[in-house]
């Protein structure tokens, strides 16, 4: 079957470093998807993986090993803005996004 | 990026009555788009995809005529909740793919609250 993990919550301070991992199991493999979604708002794109290696944008790096089924969100630098679930999706071998349930990111000052 | 937006952005309705919500894609093309529901503290839960000028595959789980989905065109796609009862309500977020991007991903409408009373 189809699965995505990650766990379902995490606690980071202000101004430090915190990484999200997500393991995934599709049928078919094009793409891993990382999505921030605020509370009570839509989901908004953060980040493309489909090669292996590690995609940096800004404070936000993703990486994706495809051999382990394993991916991680890196945030740096973090701001109070960020406390977000962050939601990670592996697109199926139909184009379907296949959904964690999202690790709720706390932020501390 | 793309921009998809829905309509209304909320909404309270008696039980029994049907609600249409709208998603368009703003500045491209969506021969895809996407239905969605969450409920609180869960994660995104597809109920249909919806392909232009072709009926709609609803997952498994969801019944197809309860949630009536009409995708008439390449930026338009509607879903109407019909004889809604307070199960259903959720956040309903729609989304569309636009192919002309080189990632595939998916861009999200604002979702809409939906409160059955």
């Known amino acids: 079957g189809q699965n995505i993990d990650q766990p379902t919550e995490m606690t980071a301070t202000e101004g430090a470093i915190v990484q999200i991992n997500c393991t995934y199991q599709t049928s078919g493999f094009n793409g891993l998807f990382w999505y921030q979604q605020h509370a009570g708002e839509a989901p908004t794109f953060l980040s493309y993986?489909?090669l292996d290696g590690l995609e940096e944008k800004g404070r936000f790096s993703s990486f994706l090993s495809r051999s382990k089924g394993y991916s991680y969100l890196l945030l740096k630098e973090l701001q109070m803005k960020d406390s977000a679930s962050y939601l990670c999706a592996g697109m199926d071998s139909n184009y379907q996004l296949i959904w964690g349930a999202g690790t709720k990111l706390i932020i501390k000052p | 990026g793309a921009v998809v937006s829905q309509h209304p952005s909320w909404v309270i309705c008696k039980s029994g009555t049907s609600v249409k919500i709208e998603c368009r894609s703003l500045d491209f093309q969506a021969t895809t788009m996407f239905w969605y529901r969450q409920f609180p503290k869960q994660s995104l839960m597809l109920m249909a995809t919806?392909?232009?000028?072709?009926?709609?595959?609803?997952e498994q789980g969801v019944e197809k005529d309860k949630f009536l989905i009409n995708h008439a065109s390449l930026t338009l796609s509607t879903l109407t909740v019909t004889s809604a009862h307070p199960e259903d309500s959720s956040f309903y977020i729609c989304?569309?793919?636009?192919?002309?991007?080189?990632?595939?991903?998916?861009?999200f409408g604002p979702g809409t609250r939906l409160t059955v009373l």
């Open positions: 989304s569309a793919r636009d192919f002309s991007s080189s990632y595939n991903e998916q861009f």
């Open positions: 919806s392909n232009e000028g072709s009926k709609a595959t609803y």
């Open positions: 993986n489909v």
